[in-house]
Structures are given as structure tokens and as C-alpha cells.
């Protein structure tokens, strides 16, 4: 799977939207664009996935830029309990899915009160 | 909703010791996978579980580890002879379909070799 790049960490205000971008320049025509977080203590949880359209869940808003080298995770109104690790992972359809996802260090989200 | 449960919580063994994890995947689930977490580092992935038998595994998953679907409900981690360095979370996984599908992980066994 192509590589991605988040920023170690980033810190948001509770209540306050957030952007977790993700760069994926090698990104090809038959990756999608997977987000899953990992709460403390807990295993990884599902948030999103696109691939060329923007996307949008009850957890979140999935924005991807044109050329697909880069997305941006949106959470609309950061809670406490959105405090967690989120990572941005490629899945190559064409490679097949049975060889798990390729969790990077993610982006350690902060939420202040 | 439904969920991925594993058991036990936690397990604590000595080294040299075969270990069995046990997960009980969401019941239309038909791809399992098996992750681990050593203390601090990356979630990697170990294996992939289709039709009964291994669809993928990593360089981690040697000769050592092994995974079993027993019957219609579970799936094990099997470790043979453990290693200082096996201590871990271990977490379990389940989709309904391969590439874009969801996966859906368990909450997780701390595994603790002595």
C-alpha cells in the first residue's frame, strides 16, 4: 500500500471543528482513502473511507483534494471522547484486501475543555 | 450493534508457554484478521483468515503462531512457545467483505509474557 504522512499530533478546542489532514502523494487510481481512530486503551475503530468524492458519516466528513494527494479528515464539533489517535491508511482494491491495513504512527488529536 | 469480543482480557503466562487467544467475530463476517500492539508502537498487522484458511500473513506471523476457526463462532490465536517479546495487545478483526470494506475490531487482549 502507498505511504501516507499525518502530523504527530495536533490539539483542537472541545466544541470547535477539526482537520486532520493527511498527505499521499504515490497514491494510485485504485487506492481508497481509509480513517480509523484509536480511542486509549481500546483497538482501532472504524471513522471513513472515500475514494475521489467527499464523504460524509454521522463521525465525520472525509474532504479529498482533486489530484488525491492529499485528505482531510473534519471532525465538525471536537467532543473530549474525540480525543484519540487517527490514522489515515491506504487500501489498493487491485492488491487485494486480505493482507490487512498498514497502521502508520497516526495523528495524536488533543481535545482541550 | 454488533461487535467483535475476545477473551481473555488479559493473560498472563511464562515464557515457553502456548498461549490461545480466543474472538468471537460479528456473525456475517466472513474475513478475520489478527493484529498486534506492542506497548508504545504501531498496530501491526499478522494475519488474514478467508474460507478456512490464511489469506495473508506478515514476516511476524512465523512458525510460532497459528489461527484456527474451531467452529461457526470463533477464531483463535494460537502461540505456540512464547517470547519475552510476544507481550503485546492483540486485537481481532472481522469484515464482511475484502478492499473497502469496514474492518471491525475487538476490544483487545494484553497478553504479558514473563
Known amino acids: 500500500d502507498a505511504k501516507t504522512t499525518q502530523p504527530n499530533s495536533m490539539e483542537s478546542n472541545e466544541e470547535e471543528p477539526v482537520h486532520l489532514p493527511c498527505n499521499h502523494s504515490?497514491?494510485?487510481?485504485?487506492?481508497?482513502i481509509h480513517w480509523y481512530r484509536q480511542l486509549p486503551s481500546q483497538g482501532p475503530e472504524y471513522v471513513i473511507h472515500?475514494?475521489?468524492s467527499n464523504v460524509n458519516n454521522r463521525m465525520a466528513s472525509l474532504a479529498i483534494a482533486e489530484d488525491r494527494k492529499s485528505s482531510t479528515l473534519i471532525l465538525h464539533r471536537a467532543t473530549l471522547r474525540d480525543a484519540a489517535v487517527y490514522y489515515c491508511?491506504?487500501?489498493?482494491?487491485?492488491?487485494?484486501?486480505?493482507?490487512?491495513?498498514?497502521f502508520g504512527k497516526g495523528t495524536h488529536l488533543i481535545i482541550q475543555p | 450493534e454488533p461487535e467483535v469480543t475476545q477473551t481473555p482480557s488479559h493473560q498472563v503466562t511464562q515464557m515457553g508457554q502456548e498461549v490461545i487467544l480466543r474472538c468471537v467475530p460479528i456473525s456475517n463476517h466472513l474475513y478475520f484478521y489478527w493484529y498486534r500492539q506492542i506497548l508504545g508502537q504501531k498496530v501491526e498487522f499478522l494475519v488474514s483468515f478467508y474460507n478456512n484458511e490464511i489469506s495473508e500473513k506478515s514476516e511476524i506471523f512465523d512458525d510460532q503462531f497459528s489461527v484456527e476457526r474451531p467452529d461457526g463462532s470463533n477464531f483463535t490465536l494460537k502461540i505456540r512457545s512464547t517470547k519475552l517479546e510476544d507481550s503485546a495487545m492483540y486485537f481481532c478483526?472481522?469484515?464482511?467483505?475484502?478492499?473497502?470494506?469496514?474492518?471491525?475490531f475487538g476490544p483487545g487482549t494484553r497478553l504479558t509474557v514473563l
Open positions: 472515500g475514494l475521489t
Open positions: 504515490t497514491i494510485s487510481g485504485t487506492d481508497y
Open positions: 478483526a472481522s469484515s464482511e467483505k475484502l478492499y473497502t470494506d469496514t474492518q471491525y
Open positions: 491508511i491506504l487500501r489498493d482494491v487491485i492488491g487485494g484486501g486480505a493482507d490487512g491495513l498498514t
